[in-house]
């Protein structure tokens, strides 16, 4: 399912502050949920501009990246730092060895499940864009009618490989390494690996989609 800058920023007139600041991160990052809960403070490198994807909490367990291509970084533009350094002022969780998304629920010895997110948040903010539509049996359905089987934040992270691949609003190269991908094939395994720079400049591009002339924390 499709979902544009504009759906995001929506959504996020409908979230609280720390759900907001999750489908922020994971809008201008896509880094992927697992990866997103997994993070600890000591993940986020403020002077080098970079959040390091060393590890990802999936199935109540820390576990390795998913490919050998996730195990990186993304880029940590102005804009998302704001976000999160906000976040981090309200969290009581702000050591750095501390989950950047602590359950209060264990004390924050764990980070928050992800799957109640999506149902309990992630869902109403859809609907709220116009993403999703209830029915009278309760099932959602996209725009068309069709039945939404599967909605998430993996849906935010493909917002980011549509929204750059257009008009080629970043390079191949980028947008690949931006996710994270492994190589698809024999020709952009030939390529160098994109810059920080470029990756800094991608993350830019969606950042101005979803808040237009509001680059500032709300």
Known sequence: ????????????EFLPLLQRT??????????RISECVGLRWSSISWLENKIYIWQRWRWGKIGKPKTLASDSYVA?????ARHLELWRKETPYAEDT?????????????????????????Y????????IFRQRDGSYADSTGRKVTRFGFHN????VSDYLNEGKKADVRTIQDTL???NPDVTLARYTES???????????MADAIFSDLKRVQ
């Not at 940590?76 to 998302?80: A, D, G, R, S």
């Open 98 to 122: 501390d989950w950047v998304f602590a359950s209060e629920k264990t004390h924050g010895k764990t980070p928050r499940f992800g799957g109640m997110l999506v149902r309990d948040y992630l």
């Open 156 to 159: 935010l992270r493909k917002a």
């Open 195 to 205: 810059s920080l720079e470029s990756r800094l400049a991608a993350q830019d591009v």
């Open 22 to 31: 999750m489908v922020i991160l994971c809008s201008l990052t896509a880094i």
């Open 1 to 12: 399912m499709r979902v544009t800058p504009t759906q995001i920023k929506k959504m996020l």
């Open 76 to 80: 940590l533009t102005p804009v998302l």
């Open 124 to 131: 109403p903010a859809a609907e709220h864009a116009g993403i």
């Open 180 to 182: 994270r991908h492994e």
